[in-house]
Nanobody
Framework: QVQLVESGGGLVQPGGSLRLSCTAS???????IAWFRQAPGKELEGVSC????????FYEDFVKGRFTISRDKAKNTVYLQMNSAKPTDTAVYYC?????????????????????WGQGTQVTVSS
C-alpha cells in the first residue's frame, strides 16, 4: 500500500516562510502530486499540484505568487515552499496522488479525483 508522508510543518510568523515536504514509500517520479489543506472548522481545499514530468504546476488563487510547488526526484520528495505566510494559511496540509490517470493534475482539485493521502502536517501562522 502506498504511503505518503508529509513533514516540515510548524509555527511561522506572518510574512515568514516554511517548506513542506512530501515523500513516499514508492517512487513519486510517475505521479502527479497535489497539496491540500484543511483549516480549523473548514473543508479540505486544494492548494497546488505538479505533474509527474514537471510539465505543469497549478495553484489556487489564494496562494499564487506566495507558494511554490517543486519536485526533487533524487530525494523522492515534492515540496511546497510557503512564503509571505498569512494567518489564513493556518491549516493541516496534506499531499495526495490523483486517481487514474495519476501522472497529470486533474482539471480541478475536487477531492473525489484523489485517491492516496498522507496523514498531514500542521502549519500555524501566528505572531
Amino acid at each position: 500500500q502506498v504511503q505518503l508522508v508529509e513533514s516540515g510543518g510548524g509555527l511561522v510568523q506572518p510574512g515568514g516562510s516554511l517548506r513542506l515536504s512530501c515523500t513516499a514509500s514508492i517512487t513519486l517520479d510517475y505521479y502527479a502530486i497535489a497539496w491540500f489543506r484543511q483549516a480549523p472548522g473548514k473543508e479540505l481545499e486544494g492548494v497546488s499540484c505538479i505533474n509527474s514530468d514537471d510539465s505543469g504546476t497549478f495553484y489556487e488563487d489564494f496562494v499564487k505568487g506566495r507558494f511554490t510547488i517543486s519536485r526533487d526526484k533524487a530525494k523522492n520528495t515534492v515540496y511546497l515552499q510557503m512564503n509571505s505566510a498569512k494567518p489564513t494559511d493556518t491549516a493541516v496540509y496534506y499531499c495526495a496522488i490523483p486517481l487514474y490517470p495519476a501522472t497529470y493534475c486533474p482539471s480541478s482539485m475536487a477531492l473525489t479525483k484523489f485517491g492516496t493521502w498522507g496523514q498531514g502536517t500542521q502549519v500555524t501562522v501566528s505572531s
